[in-house]
């Protein structure tokens, strides 16, 4: 049975840090690149960042990029989301997703979801 479990979320005043972390178990986790997504209340779920299953491939929204890194450690089962340089815009539950089609940005591409952590950003 396969189980994503996301740690890490909170509140936090603009302009600070955050890391998000993600555990994975019951797949082979190299195998599966690892996503980030978020939902913001009455918005839609929205992609964030990608990593392939040798951690040597990302893709980011462009919403995020260059304030947040994904990154993962194979040898722990962890993927993690840094967060930097936060905006209450990037308030929402942000999810980690697995899937083995590659770093891909669409939702309906992704065979596992965790539950969600919710991270607040105040102004």
């Known amino acids: 049975q396969v189980q994503l479990v996301e740690s890490g979320g909170g509140l936090v005043q603009a302009g600070g840090s955050l890391r998000l972390t993600c555990s994975a178990s019951?797949?082979?986790?190299?195998?599966?690149?690892m996503g980030w997504f978020r939902q913001a209340p009455g918005k839609e779920r929205e992609f964030v960042a990608a990593?392939?299953?040798?951690?040597?491939?990302?893709y980011y929204a462009d919403s995020v990029n260059g304030r947040f890194t994904i990154s993962r450690d194979n040898t722990k089962n962890l993927v993690y989301l840094y967060m930097n340089s936060l905006k209450p815009e990037d308030t929402a539950v942000y999810y980690c997703?697995?899937?083995?089609?590659?770093?891909?940005?669409?939702?309906?591409?992704?065979?596992?979801w965790g539950q969600g952590s919710q991270v607040t950003v105040s102004s």
């Open positions: 990593l392939s299953g040798r951690g040597d491939g990302t």
């Open positions: 997703a697995a899937t083995r089609v590659g770093v891909a940005g669409l939702a309906h591409l992704y065979d596992y």
């Open positions: 019951g797949l082979t986790f190299s195998d599966y690149a």
